[in-house]
């Protein structure tokens, strides 16, 4: 008589410790999850800075080929492996002068970072000096 009420008892706990064992389970593959999540989204924004910082770049050499390309060219885009950057210029000519204000704006998946150059171009020699290089938050 015994030995039933003991195989009546092991039944109860063994569904007891297997249920604390598969929310062990669960709970570790969610944190797995949210953990891994949030290091792709991280990447996600250094890929969206590194693009963004790919077009001043280009823009840099842009202008260097040709001191008024972004007095003609106010807009233009660079793909950069698989990610976007989308390049604004705002110029005025003073003094001989060229002030342009670079804007970056670098895309990847979700993900957006802005970078703002400043740039003077002498009008005759063609000399260019990078005034200040900032990474801006997206408005």
Do not use: C, H
Not at 37 to 45: D, H, I
């Amino acid at each position: 008589m015994g030995s039933r009420k003991n195989a009546q008892i092991a039944l109860p706990f063994i569904l007891l410790i297997s249920g604390i064992i598969i929310e062990i389970v669960v709970a570790g593959s969610l944190t797995s999850y949210f953990a891994s999540g949030s290091g792709f989204s991280e990447r996600l924004q250094v890929r969206a800075s590194s693009a963004a910082y790919s077009g001043i770049n280009d823009a840099l050499v842009q202008v260097a080929k040709n001191k008024d390309f972004g007095a003609t060219n106010p807009s233009y885009g660079v793909n950069v492996n698989g990610d976007t950057a989308t390049v604004t210029f705002g110029s005025t000519l003073a003094n001989g002068y060229y002030t342009y204000t670079v804007t970056s704006l670098g895309i990847a998946g979700t993900r957006q970072a802005k970078v703002v150059a400043v740039v003077v171009v002498n009008d005759s020699t063609g000399e260019i000096q990078l005034q200040s290089l900032n990474e801006v938050s997206v408005q």
